[in-house]
């Protein structure tokens, strides 16, 4: 065999065969949800029927798979000045107080949980101290941790400065951005035709109460403190065939 006939082998491509059947059960949903001062952690979006499929009473369940979400404090322009919050910090509507010290401990993580019943999908947080008491336990709704790592994303307008000049919106030039690396998606019931609602609370203290998160701008003296958080995600949802 010449070089090549050996070059003609290596070179084998190999491609991906879909089944149309299959693509039509597989959807793509982008949320987005605008901040609005009284939220204080409570949000929710309409999930509309895409196709005559998601309406089906063959299609009872659905495997729902978190691609994307991205957590900001809310970035506008108003007569040419940048809305700046220059201090996010997570919050609860019964926290009071001025400054970053007045909510607590730093955030590491927080939950994200939907209404979306799932039985594939729980929590428990325990309590190492002793062994006999557990915060609490959530289960049958879809869950998702999310690190909170803020990332620089630039000002207002998305483009990174070394000066003042355009404005730079501090506190809105970052962003917490969360993309899985190898999730397959948990078995839930089929969500379109439904509201969902969903929030964001602590995983390691989940009590009766389970006191829902949001972002304040630290320096916001109102109790409840306003909500500035945007948030926008990516979902797929693949229908799954009754038996």
């Known amino acids: 065999m010449d070089r090549e006939d050996k070059n003609i082998n290596s070179a084998v491509r190999v491609s991906q065969v879909h089944n149309i059947d299959e693509e039509k059960l597989k959807f793509k949903v982008n949320v987005g949800v605008s901040n609005q001062a009284g939220n204080h952690g ?18 009872s369940q659905a495997i729902v798979k978190l691609d994307q979400i991205v957590i900001s404090p809310i970035s506008n322009i108003a007569a040419g000045v940048a809305a700046n ?37 729980g929590l428990t947080s325990n309590n190492n101290d002793n062994a006999n008491i557990q915060f609490g336990q959530l289960y049958y709704k879809f869950q998702e941790l999310i690190p909170c790592f803020w990332e620089w994303r630039g000002n207002y307008q998305g483009i990174q400065t070394t000066n003042n000049n355009p404005p730079v919106a501090n506190g809105n030039s970052y962003a917490i951005r969360h993309k ?21 609370i602590l995983g390691q203290d989940v009590g009766e109460d389970q006191l829902k998160l949001y972002l304040a701008d630290a320096n916001d003296a109102g109790v409840p403190r306003n909500d500035i958080t945007d948030i926008s995600m990516q979902l797929t949802i693949i229908l799954v065939p009754n038996k």
Not at 42 to 55: A, E, G, R
Not at 180 to 200: E, I, M, Q, T, Y
Request: with cysteine; glycine share 8%; hydrophobic share 30%.
């Open 42 to 59: 409570d949000y929710s979006f309409d999930l509309p029927p895409i196709t005559d499929l998601c309406n089906s009473n063959q299609y």
């Open 85 to 121: 919050n220059p201090n996010p910090v997570w919050s609860t509507r019964f926290q009071t107080g001025v400054g970053p010290g007045a909510t607590g401990s730093a955030v590491s993580n927080v939950l994200l949980t939907m209404s979306i019943p799932s039985r594939q999908s």
């Open 180 to 200: 899985p690396n190898s999730d397959n998606g948990v078995l839930c019931a089929n969500p379109f035709g439904s509201k969902v609602n969903f929030s964001f």
